[in-house]
Antibody
Framework: EVQLVESGGGLVQPEGSLRLSCATS????????MTWVRQAPGKGLEWVAN????????NYVDSVKGRFTISRDNAKNSVYLQMTSLRVEDTAVYFC?????????WGQGTLVSVSS | EIVLTQSPGTLSLSPGDRATLSCRAN???????LAWFQQKPGQAPRLLIY?????ASGIPDRFRGSGSGTVTDFTLTISRLEPEDFAVYYC?????????FGQGTKVEIK
């Protein structure tokens, strides 16, 4: 069974940092691109970043470029999102998802709240 | 950036009704790179349709996606609404970065 479990969310002050993790199981992790998607409270879905199978290629939405870094550890079947210089507008539930390339499998999400 | 515009914003229908949801792109998108998702409150999105018209695993055949070739208009049709179908629906393109979602269509009980 394919499983994705996010962790690492929480309350952080503006300009702070947070590292999200997504632990996966049930599939050959190192053969799939992985993606982070976020959803602000009461709002729609926003694609944040993705990373290729060996971590050599990453793509980001403009609003997080230079502040967020997506990475992966294929030995640990995990993908990460390092978030720095956080802003109030980064407050959202962050989901990780497996690329098929369509996003068929999702985690349950982890909430990041940026507030003073 | 490919912008996806969904209409209507809200659809008020009764169980058993037919729902027709639209997704329009500001530039042509190959149908191979268009997906539809369903989301209920407090849950992760659920993939319904990929490649514009292929149903994901376990999705009932009352859900049908249309739009073929390289086009700007895509449609999700739910032939007969079941109580569990009342939710928010999103289209998404993964043709080019940044991947983008439409703003969503809420299907609510009339």
């Amino acid at each position: 069974e394919v499983q994705l479990v996010e962790s690492g969310g929480g309350l952080v002050q503006p300009e702070g940092s947070l590292r999200l993790s997504c632990a996966t199981s049930g599939f050959n992790f190192n053969t799939y691109w992985m993606t982070w998607v976020r959803q602000a409270p009461g709002k729609g879905l926003e694609w944040v970043a993705n990373i290729n199978e060996d971590g050599s290629e990453q793509n980001y939405v403009d609003s997080v470029k230079g502040r967020f870094t997506i990475s992966r550890d294929n030995a640990k079947n995990s993908v990460y999102l390092q978030m720095t210089s956080l802003r109030v507008e980064d407050t959202a539930v962050y989901f990780c998802a497996r690329n098929e390339p369509w996003l068929e499998f999702w985690g349950q999400g982890t909430l990041v709240s940026v507030s003073s | 950036e490919i912008v996806l515009t969904q209409s209507p914003g809200t659809l008020s229908l009764s169980p058993g009704d037919r729902a027709t949801l639209s997704c329009r792109a500001n530039q042509s998108v190959s149908s191979s790179y268009l997906a539809w998702f369903q989301q209920k409150p407090g849950q992760a999105p659920r993939l319904l349709i990929y490649s514009a018209s292929s149903r994901a695993s376990g999705i009932p055949d009352r859900f049908r996606g249309s739009g073929s070739g390289t086009v700007t208009d895509f449609t999700l049709t739910i032939s007969r609404l079941e109580p569990e179908d009342f939710a928010v629906y999103y289209c998404q393109q993964f043709l080019s970065s940044p991947w983008t979602f439409g703003q969503g269509t809420k299907v609510e009980i009339k």
